[in-house]
């Protein structure tokens, strides 16, 4: 595996390339062009232009996080098919840029859900939470006024001002579609995409739904095995994968998060691997990355990726602010420097031991 870090940009991310490349092990970079909405297409010399950046710091791109798709796939309008062109050359750009990896999601309206940016941990960090009960006694835009109001001064991934200042006409487009016609939209744009991928070799990795149940009464579909196997089945293509985020699918207890890895083996294409705290049913709080800090054994998350030969990028996922940091909530430097280096002591424990014993 190669474990790497992501980064919004130098426009957008208080985290500096020069401090990436001094944190042990991480050689890769997870990178987007933020400013770019869904929908458009990107150039490829603004692609070159990141990755010329990124190059010259010592690191590497890695992969994309994300290419945003456009509601209009996602819902299935008659202009869907402009909006999917556009992916298809910004793919095509991507992989003459040698970039092979996207991660992407298939979320209405929202993209991450959160009822708190800043929960108070027992050791004075603060973290990302979700409450069901704010959620259902809440209306969503107030929810996004609250949200805002905790971010640090930082535009978060998803819930972009001038796309909540759309929120009840998203909601009003999204009305009719329920988890069959957003399965049957998803089917159709991975058949649309699925040659372009195969011609430059791009692996496109789903990202779960987060939280993996429905939210304010939207669908919600990549949430737990049954699903993904759909998912992939429907679009049987070794490019079309998954990105295995155990926050995300962690967030519902029923999901055996070993055993999905381990029934994924070959379909996924990069992992985040993070930790949170089950509170009670609908509450939980992220933690820091350590076992003992939440409800997760991350060292049989990650023996799970050994076991299935897993090559691929790996990233820290949301980390505590810690030590006085402000920063993208979730996106800071320090908590997710910890757990890259802790990650890595996790892999590097899981290998020596095996071939130790043998195994390998």
């Known amino acids: 595996m190669e474990m790497t870090l992501r980064w919004y940009g130098s426009k957008s991310d208080s985290v500096t390339l020069q401090q990436i490349r001094q944190i042990p092990g991480v050689t890769g970079i997870i990178t ?96 990302l939470a979700y409450s069901q009960k704010t959620i259902d006694s809440i209306d969503p835009m107030k929810m996004f006024d609250s949200i805002s109001g905790d971010s640090n001064g930082f535009v978060l991934p998803g819930w972009e001002p001038e796309r909540m200042a759309r929120i009840k006409e998203l909601f009003e487009l999204y009305k009719d579609v329920d988890d069959e016609k957003l399965f049957a939209n998803l089917k159709y744009f991975l058949e649309a995409i699925m040659p372009v991928c195969d011609k430059y070799d791009i692996n496109m990795a789903i990202h779960p739904d987060d939280p993996a149940w429905s939210v304010f009464g939207l669908p919600r579909i990549i949430i737990n095995l049954p699903n993904l196997q759909r998912m992939m089945s429907m679009v049987d293509n070794p490019h079309n994968g998954v990105t295995f985020c155990s926050g995300s699918y962690g967030t519902n207890p029923d999901n055996d998060l070993p055993g999905m890895i381990r029934a994924l083996k070959g379909r996924i294409h990069f992992a985040h691997v993070r930790n949170l705290q089950h509170n009670f049913p609908g509450d939980f709080e992220e933690s820091a990355h350590l076992s003992s800090d939440g409800s997760f054994d991350m060292y049989e998350i990650m023996k799970a990726l050994y076991d299935i030969d897993f090559t691929g990028p790996i990233r820290p996922d949301h980390g505590r602010m810690i030590w006085g940091e402000v920063a993208m909530p979730g996106y800071g430097l320090y908590d997710r420097a910890l757990g890259a280096t802790y990650l890595n002591g996790l892999w590097e424990a899981i290998v020596k031991g095996e071939a130790r014993h043998g195994i390998k």
């Not at 062009?33 to 950046?53: F, N, Q, S």
């Not at 994300?66 to 909006?83: A, F, T």
């Open 32 to 127: 987007t062009l933020y400013e770019t909405a869904p929908g458009d297409l990107w150039k490829r010399e603004d692609i070159h232009v990141l990755k010329e950046e990124v190059e010259a710091s010592g690191l590497h791109i890695s992969g994309i996080e994300s290419v945003n798709i456009h509601d209009s796939i996602k819902i299935g309008s008659p202009d869907r098919d402009q909006y999917i062109d556009n992916y298809i050359k910004t793919l095509e750009h991507l992989g003459e840029e040698d970039i092979h990896l996207v991660c992407y999601n298939f979320m209405p309206v929202f993209d991450w859900t959160r009822t708190e940016l800043a929960r108070v941990r027992p050791d004075g960090s603060t973290v």
